[in-house]
């Protein structure tokens, strides 16, 4: 398909909804949730999250489709929308109990057939006792923009108990430490750990790994998980990272050197960090023209790092150190780090 046509094809899955179905479809598409197509049940915490899987059986030439499910916002708590189909996913759209979530193919790619999994749907339990998530309707459009519409009339019930009670969580030499709190909420919320005795370290210096893997585990990466890396040094990642690593590089967040070295012993420097988490942000950054950094070093900052650098202190992210400096070859220490992913997560200071 010309990729000319997909505004047009986008119009038709979200915008046109009353255009009559043609019924393109000589076998009627089967749904499911999460394996099932009729009624599932499912027992989850309070707090925890819940992948709702949708997938469809008997399809033809399915170019694109959009899915209408429907939820109980008192509770449960939409958190986002994921497809592995190729082309351009329509941002969900939540209207606080019916999430609309739609995608599409672009270019000569052909439609899908047979059977193929939709989308994950993430939802977070609010409360204990029992709800639901119902899959409410299904359109469809083929290769030749014509549109198909199924209620499948699914659904997951969901029986919800009470949140387990934390184990209270505490370090031996974070006592008066400036960035106590900071550590403990980074911990609580399980994306960083102490040492074996007790022990959380707050001003060891951080690796390009152990910052990956902290970065990783907060943003709760999902992608390239599959993929090996390629990096020359591969075998010095250590074993635990390198799904982590992966799963950064997938998402743009982290690169090898020129030398396609990955480099994971080597101490991240304040430039790497700001540039690996304005990435992760996906913010865009101000042009080279249009940069003003006020730090007494800033004509040490590398140009690689300048965009980033300027939008991480504008936006709070990162600050100097004494004297006005940035330092931008200076290393970070394990607090450091821990509170610029909070700040990053919106988390900083909340209990």
Known sequence: MNTRLLPLLLSLILLLPLL???????????????GSDTISILDVKMG???????????????????????????????????????????????????????????????????????????????????????????????????????????????????EVEQPQISFTDINGHWASANILRAAQLGWVNGYPDGTFRPQETVTRVQFTTMLSRALMLTGGSGQGLEFIDEDQIPAYAQTH?????????????????????????????????????????????????????????????????????????IKGRGNNLFVPQGETTRAEAVTLILRMLGEEGVS
Not at 20 to 34: D, L
Not at 66 to 74: G, K, S
Not at 125 to 144: H, M, Q
């Open 20 to 34: 009559p179905s043609t019924g393109f479809a000589q076998e009627k598409p089967v749904f499911s949730i999460n």
């Open 245 to 317: 690593v992966a799963q950064a590089v997938a998402a743009g967040i982290v690169q090898g050197f020129e030398d396609q070295s990955f480099r994971p012993h080597k101490r991240i420097s304040r430039s790497e960090m700001a540039v690996m988490i304005m990435r992760a942000m996906k913010q865009p950054l101000p042009e080279e023209a249009g940069i003003a950094l006020n730090y007494s070093d800033a004509e040490l900052i590398q140009p690689w790092a300048r965009p980033a650098v300027a939008a991480a202190t504008e936006r709070g992210l």
């Open 48 to 162: 925890e999250e819940t992948a709702v899987t949708i997938e469809g059986s008997h399809l033809m030439d399915v170019f694109g489709f959009e899915l209408r499910v429907a939820y109980d916002p008192q509770k449960v708590r939409f958190l986002s929308g994921t497809t592995s189909w190729s082309g351009m996913t329509v941002p969900p759209i939540d209207r606080s109990g019916e999430v609309i979530f739609a995608h599409t193919l672009i270019g000569q790619t052909p439609g899908r057939n047979g059977e193929a999994q939709l989308a994950t749907l993430r939802f977070e339990a609010l409360v204990p006792g029992d709800t639901s998530i119902s899959l409410v309707r299904v359109k469809l459009v083929n290769s030749k923009i014509e549109s198909e519409l199924v209620e499948p009339g699914l659904e997951l019930r969901l029986s919800v108990a009470p």
